[in-house]
């Protein structure tokens, strides 16, 4: 019986072993500069700094994606937690986000400011994500909101659909 027992108890131990870094155990896809996750801000923190008058902070965070440009994945928004967004450009327009990354918790590394949302990008945004004529006829007024110029995302790997060629995008009305 000690024979069998003791083996077992042995790999019962080693099976509920907490691990020391569970981050390190997920595989990341890096879209622009591959950031280093174990660098990560807290978002509340940075905001703070924000809020404390701060025009802009420079930082590697963490925060859900709430959704994606529909036509490229050229921007992104991201879920503060405080029933805020936060607009996500990507730095020089060099690299996308996949579009099914909504839902998806992204580590984002760049700049993190207050800004002022023009109506023409906020159309734009609509327009991109599929909104009627009327809704996008609707904005009318600017939108002051957070806003990161993205140097570097990572995302957990996952199977993804590829797209070859994704579909011409005129970005001659507006800036990334």
């Known amino acids: 019986m000690k024979r069998i027992l003791i083996p077992a108890l042995a790999l019962l131990a080693a099976c509920t072993s907490p691990t020391e870094n569970p981050v390190a155990e997920v595989a990341y896809d890096y879209f622009g ?3 280093q996750i174990a660098d990560t801000t807290s978002l509340a923190g940075l905001l703070g700094q924000l809020q404390g008058g701060t025009d802009s902070v420079y930082g590697t965070f ?32 060099g690299f996308f986000v996949p579009m099914d990354a909504a839902s998806e918790i992204a580590f984002v590394e760049g700049s993190l400011t207050v800004d002022t949302l023009s109506v023409e990008w906020l159309r734009h945004q609509a327009e991109d994500a599929g909104e009627s004529d009327s ?42």
Do not use: N
């Open 135 to 176: 809704a996008i006829a609707a904005i009318q007024s600017p939108k002051v909101s957070y806003s990161v110029l993205a140097v570097g995302v990572a995302l957990a790997q996952k199977e993804r659909a590829t797209e070859e060629d994704p579909a011409p995008h005129d970005h001659s009305s507006h800036e990334h």
């Open 33 to 35: 500069d591959t950031i």
């Open 62 to 93: 963490a925060a859900p994606i709430s959704s994606v440009c529909q036509v490229k994945g050229c921007w992104m928004q991201l879920d503060l937690g405080t029933g805020e967004e936060a607009l996500v450009r990507f730095k020089d327009y």
